[in-house]
T-cell receptor, first 112, second 113 residues
């Protein structure tokens, strides 16, 4: 298995632009999670899905952030409009059962 | 709610030294416990896990024992290598109804030759 695949690996964008981050979970995993990692806040859970349905989005910082999972093999996290304080590494992870997660390699977002 | 407390870093050790990174937790029910490792520029990787009291997880020379009486899951390694330099995260998942992993703040480990 190729693991959890995230794209792009790096994204540099100007303030005010729309940013879309992509994630392909491991086939057969029924949970998908989006995390954000910064030096100041550590790892923050933004939202997670079960069987493509959003279960808990209480970690989404504000309405500028949205996430979708149109099918079992694809999810997006969108920021519109982006701001410099959104600069972080965004991780996608998937799992099934009670085991731990498998993380993707992350997308490093820089908003200038 | 659930929480995980890790020893603060950074931790710097010489090669072949003994490593302990402390982790304690607060949880309802019977959580599963995990250690994840993050190498520079990469995502988190599962290092080891334990799913019930007194279980010992082990991998790559690292060990951790699930201690219910002290609510702890300390990470240990007898002889560290430069390649062990990374950030280590302790985490728990509640087996009953809460699908989320709760992470500690991470401990940065640097091994010097």
């Amino acid at each position: 298995d190729a693991g959890v695949i995230q794209s792009p690996r790096h994204e540099v964008t100007e303030m005010g632009q729309e940013v879309t981050l992509r994630c392909k979970p491991i086939s057969g995993h029924d949970y998908l999670f989006w995390y954000r990692q910064t030096m100041m806040r550590g790892l923050e859970l933004l939202i997670y899905f079960n069987n493509n349905v959003p279960i808990d989005d209480s970690g989404m910082p504000e309405d500028r952030f949205s996430a979708k999972m149109p099918n079992a093999s694809f999810s997006t996290l969108k920021i519109q409009p982006s701001e410099p304080r959104d600069s972080a590494v965004y991780f996608c992870a998937s799992r099934t059962g009670f085991d731990g997660y498998t993380f993707g390699s992350g997308t490093r977002l820089t908003v200038v | 709610g659930n929480s995980v407390t890790q020893m603060e870093g950074p931790v710097t050790l010489s090669e072949e030294a003994f490593l302990t990174i402390n982790c304690t937790y607060t949880a309802t029910g019977y959580p599963s416990l995990f250690w994840y490792v993050q190498y520079p520029g990469e995502g988190l990787q599962l290092l080891l896990k334990a799913t019930k009291a007194d279980d010992k997880g082990s991998n790559k020379g690292f060990e951790a024992t699930y201690r219910k009486e002290t609510t702890s899951f300390h990470l240990e390694k007898g002889s560290v290598q430069v390649s062990d330099s990374a950030v280590y995260f302790c985490a728990l998942s509640d087996r009953f109804g809460n699908e989320k992993l709760t992470f500690g703040t991470g401990t940065r480990l640097t091994i010097i030759p």
